[in-house]
């Protein structure tokens, strides 16, 4: 049997070097990510991770970084945990110029078997990445109700 996995394709009216630097500046991940800083220093191997309100909500590893074409990296929510005992997956963004727009496709893969961090990436990186474009194309990110996501361990964050 196939493990599940999260695929996730767009098309930004935007350049790839604008792209890569919306998923890797926390300057401008706090404005589409709901204040979500994404912490790295982009080299391969270097941590990564997600803060949320000054508190640490997911961390991994840098697999790949090729700018301003992909970017891979391993993923571990640490606030729930049941998901805290899963191996980490791993989540991939490949950037890919098509004249003004740019087609972004992310890769949420390998989770664990009755992973419990599929539910809430599908809930969450489908209004992460519509913000994402929003932002990138309208200069005003999304604001999408937390019970529009129901992400449960997140919520006391969001609201703190």
């Given at each position: 049997m196939r493990k599940p996995e999260f695929i996730y394709i767009t098309y930004i009216e935007t350049t790839p070097e604008k792209l890569w630097e919306a998923l890797t500046s926390s300057e401008f991940s706090k404005r589409y990510w709901w204040d979500t800083s994404v912490v790295s220093d982009w080299k391969v191997g270097s941590p990564f991770s997600l803060v949320l309100n000054g508190r640490t909500t997911d961390v991994g590893e840098i697999l790949e970084a090729d700018r301003p074409r992909?970017?891979?990296y391993t993923f571990h929510h640490i606030l729930n945990e049941a998901a805290k005992k899963e191996r980490p997956s791993r989540v991939a963004f490949v950037l890919e110029p098509h004249g003004?727009?740019?087609k972004l496709t992310l890769t949420h893969e390998d989770f664990a078997e009755g992973s419990v961090v599929i539910d809430g990436i599908s809930k969450g990186w489908p209004a992460i990445m519509?913000?994402?474009?929003?932002?990138l194309e309208t200069g005003t990110p999304l604001v999408i109700p937390l019970d529009a996501l129901f992400?449960?361990?997140l919520e006391e964050v969001y609201r703190s």
């Open positions: 992909r970017l891979a003004k727009l740019v519509s913000s994402l474009k929003s932002m992400i449960e361990e």
